[in-house]
């Protein structure tokens, strides 16, 4: 029975599809992140860890996630806000390594965790506690309250001291690596609040006209790009600053 669902992945349902690369990708990424912590510089190391455990975390909850939509066809809500609880923070924790060297304070790290708690557990009520066949008032409430925490964070990467201790970084290849960051969090990001609308009572769920949630879709896609694609970023920060320093 098992069996036969991961032989009918490829053509008969695209979220099982994403569930099952998201997983191998997100695994291949942390082996990558890992390994390449021996090309780089002493103090980019842990920055390349961070990047590693974000995809690693999330590697672990694709498995299980997988095996939870495989066996019941239903959207595995806890552990997907498990894992962001763990990830997204971790994310916060890049930002902070890489304007550190800039004079960047643990205050600043706080404040970016305690908004992403907030658009998280905002999020996980909106979409966790939805009345059964989906309540569009509900919803549309818990996902405003979210977006609060999210501009922060936007706002912060944007405009406020992320982006300030960035630009005062003397580096400009932190300064770049930033803004691409930034650039993640305002278009890869977005991505979610899409995603979170579609499930049932949610407004592009209505305004599509769709039976089913595709919730799962959008957060895989979603969380392939952000996850992988920060840590990229990151990585190609540190092996540039590695190689610049050499050359000096
Ligand atoms: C690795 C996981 C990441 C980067 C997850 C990010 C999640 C979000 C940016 C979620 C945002 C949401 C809103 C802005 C409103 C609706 C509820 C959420 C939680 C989907």
């Known amino acids: 029975m098992f069996l036969l669902d991961v032989l009918a992945i490829p053509k008969d349902d695209p979220i099982a599809f994403t569930f099952f690369t998201g997983y ?28 590693g455990l974000i995809t690693g975390i999330a590697a672990v909850h694709y498995f299980y996630m997988r095996d939870y939509y495989m066996a019941t066809g239903e959207n595995p809500t ?6 962001w609880t763990l990830t997204v923070p971790l994310m916060c924790v890049e930002f902070y390594l890489l304007t550190k060297a800039a004079g960047a304070k643990m205050s600043l790290l706080w404040k970016l965790i305690l908004a992403s708690v907030l658009m998280l557990v905002a ?6 506690f939805n009345p059964d066949g989906g309540s569009t008032s509900h919803s549309v409430m818990w996902g405003v309250i979210s977006t609060i925490g999210y501009i922060y964070i936007l706002y912060t990467a944007w ?6 201790l960035a630009s005062n970084s003397g580096n400009p290849v932190v300064e770049r690596g930033v803004r691409t960051l930034a650039w993640f969090v305002l278009v890869g990001w977005a991505i979610y609040p899409i995603g979170y609308m579609c499930m049932p009572g949610g407004w592009l769920n209505i305004g599509l006209g769709w039976e089913s949630s595709n919730v799962d879709l959008f957060y895989n896609i979603a969380d392939a790009i952000n996850k992988i694609g920060f840590g990229l970023v990151v990585y190609n920060i540190a092996i540039t ?8």
């Open 24 to 51: 191998m990708a997100m695994m291949a990424a942390s082996v990558f992140f890992f390994f390449e912590r021996g090309s780089v510089d002493e103090k980019w190391k842990i920055s390349l860890l961070v990047s």
């Open 78 to 83: 806890a552990l997907r806000y498990i894992d």
């Open 123 to 128: 999020g996980y009520i909106g979409e966790a």
């Open 159 to 164: 405009f406020g001291e992320v982006a300030q």
């Open 241 to 248: 600053s590695t190689a610049t320093a050499k050359a000096q």
